[in-house]
């Protein structure tokens, strides 16, 4: 009938496929340390959108919601990673370095079991931290700090964009990255 064109058919599946969608992200916010209850809401909302311009064309609707709502979920968690790894320096021990960096002290043990390369890592990092503003200092701070902040928390505290505070330290932690790949290139 909703798809039909009856606008209380319609209005009673948008309401069912929202409560559903929501039902469905919040129970997998426990599992994924990537999704926050928030988040769950924003993807039902988005799942709702997709549906309503799908509903014309929808055959079998349970099964179009499971896999919708899967789907959406893999892109969100997936873009997500990628963003929170443009904002590391290394695949390996990504906030052992930086705490090393910012809190100087940090526990000596820690280094014992650190290979060379990440000795040299947190090297580079420290040195190319120390020689940033303070600007970048304070960020990183509060990004590393036991509870990090949000970036929109720090926005607030530094009277800064969030988009432009994001974008400064992709910046900062690709040309730590490049700095090391190239000494690690002309050591070779």
Do not use: H, P
């Given at each position: 009938m909703a798809q039909k064109g009856c606008s209380k058919s319609r209005?009673?599946?948008?309401?069912?496929?929202?409560?559903?969608?929501?039902?469905?992200?919040?129970?997998?916010v426990p599992s994924e340390t990537m999704l926050s209850y928030a988040d769950a809401e924003d993807l039902a909302g988005e799942s709702l959108l997709e549906f309503q311009k799908a509903l014309p064309r929808i055959q079998q609707v349970g099964r179009y919601?499971?896999?919708?709502?899967?789907?959406n979920l893999i892109r969100h968690l997936s873009r997500k990673r990628v963003r929170r790894g443009r904002e590391c320096l290394s695949e390996d021990n990504r906030r052992g370095?930086?705490?090393?960096?910012?809190?100087?002290?940090y526990r000596r043990?820690?280094?014992?079991?650190?290979?060379?390369?990440?000795?040299?890592?947190w090297h580079l990092s420290r040195r190319r931290l120390e020689n940033a503003g303070p600007l970048l200092q304070k960020i990183f701070s509060f990004r590393m700090a036991d509870e990090p902040l949000s970036y929109r928390q720090i926005s607030s505290i530094v009277g800064m964009e969030e988009a432009?505070?994001?974008?400064?330290?992709?910046?900062?932690?690709?040309?730590?990255?490049?700095?090391?790949?190239?000494?690690?290139?002309?050591?070779?």
């Open positions: 209005q009673e599946v948008i309401a069912w496929v929202y409560a559903e969608g929501l039902s469905y992200f919040r129970s997998k919601m499971r896999r919708m709502f899967r789907n370095v930086i705490q090393a960096t910012v809190y100087q002290s043990s820690t280094f014992l079991s650190w290979t060379d390369n990440e000795l040299d890592k432009a505070l994001r974008m400064r330290v992709a910046r900062f932690c690709r040309s730590v990255r490049d700095e090391y790949r190239l000494g690690d290139r002309r050591s070779r």
